[in-house]
């Protein structure tokens, strides 16, 4: 549903759990023909059936960030079905599917008000025939088992009750697989340690609820590593390197940790990385260390702790072979296919 989803992302681009799925893949299975395309209303279920497998990136249908919206609900009206469909789950607001998928079943012309006129397919999305399909996709995300889900787990989540909350927010996701892919990237690049003295911290997301408080407890100011569009993970990671860590607040709404590529930006920049530390103390020690504490230690210390948090977040994560058998596994893939 967003324009990241269309288009082969670069060293530059924001990584997103889609983003980095596909990176992944790609690499993992060369032989694979992998196809970037912004999702049409023309396609039909003859053009789609040339396909082995179709990955649709998922974001909440009515967030301002969804401007592929028309053409991802009109194939997923034609592919609801079909057993080769894989839905990536690319957005931590759970809380925000449901409703947005109600507000669509009631009334689709919600999506072709004059507010999003410049959204692609705009003209043509606004026909009965093509307002019927949202409806129809709409009203079946919210009444009935949806296709097989794949979304991004951390080293320290339960598997089984990740796939619990989610399933809280959308009782009809009851087939949810969880990946982890971090291992793939931080075994690919060599950490880049420094002592750093006092300095701001950089933040994944200060709107967070959770950081607001958080700010309220620490000395050093925050960076807000979200700075608009053009912002991208090439910025982010020239911020960590002149920063005392990385913080990472939890989604909103008790969803929790949820992954982002900062948590590998942050190990790989080599400082230590601070979020809920009730759920990330499942990898230990390390990973149990509060932001003001992190503030009180001296620059050796806080190097020391980078290095141990990076050792014990790889141990967590799957290994190259791991993640091939795993992704597999998911997909029941047999290789030599095309997606």
């Known amino acids: 549903m967003l324009s990241a989803h269309c288009k082969v992302p670069t060293d530059v681009s924001n990584k997103t759990f889609y ?12 032989e694979a023909e992998i ?17 082995d497998f179709i990955f649709i990136g998922m974001v909440p249908p009515t967030s301002m960030s969804a401007n ?8 997923l009206d034609t592919v609801y079905d079909w057993t080769n469909v894989r839905l990536i789950m690319d957005s931590p607001q759970l809380w925000q599917y449901a409703p947005g998928l109600s507000a669509i079943s009631k009334d689709p012309t919600y999506l072709v008000s004059s507010f999003y006129s410049k959204r692609p397919g705009y003209k043509q999305a606004d026909t009965y025939k093509t307002l019927s399909s949202f409806k129809r996709v709409a009203e079946r995300l919210l009444t009935e088992k949806w296709p097989k889900v794949v979304y991004p787990e951390l080293p ?41 003295s006092d300095a701001p911290w950089s933040v994944d997301s200060f709107k967070s609820k ?17 700075l608009g569009k053009s912002f991208n993970d090439v910025h982010a990671e020239a911020l960590l390197r002149t920063s005392i860590g990385l913080i990472v607040p939890p989604a909103d709404r008790n969803v929790g940790t949820w992954w982002s590529y900062r948590y590998v930006q942050g190990l790989l920049s080599g400082v230590p990385v601070a979020t809920e530390w009730t759920e990330s103390k499942a990898l230990g020690p390390s990973w149990a260390v509060l932001p003001y504490q992190i503030e009180d230690m001296t620059p050796a ?10 050792e014990a977040y790889k141990d967590n994560a799957l290994s190259f072979s791991e993640l091939k058998q795993k992704i597999a596994l998911v997909l029941n893939y047999k290789g030599e296919q095309n997606a």
């Open 19 to 30: 983003t980095a799925f596909s990176l992944v893949f790609r690499d993992l299975y060369p």
């Open 35 to 51: 196809e970037w395309k912004a999702p049409s209303l023309a396609w039909d279920e003859e053009y789609l059936s040339q396909y």
């Open 68 to 75: 592929m919206i028309y053409g991802t609900l009109k194939c």
């Open 156 to 196: 320290w989540h339960d598997s089984a009750r990740k796939s619990e909350l989610i399933s809280d927010h959308l009782p009809h996701v009851t087939d949810a697989f969880g990946l982890n892919l971090d291992g793939y990237f931080l075994n690919n690049k060599n950490p880049d340690y420094r002592e750093i």
């Open 210 to 226: 959770w950081a607001g408080k958080l700010s309220r407890t620490v000395a050093m100011e925050f960076n807000e590593l979200k």
């Open 301 to 310: 210390e806080r190097k020391e702790l980078a290095q141990r948090q990076l």
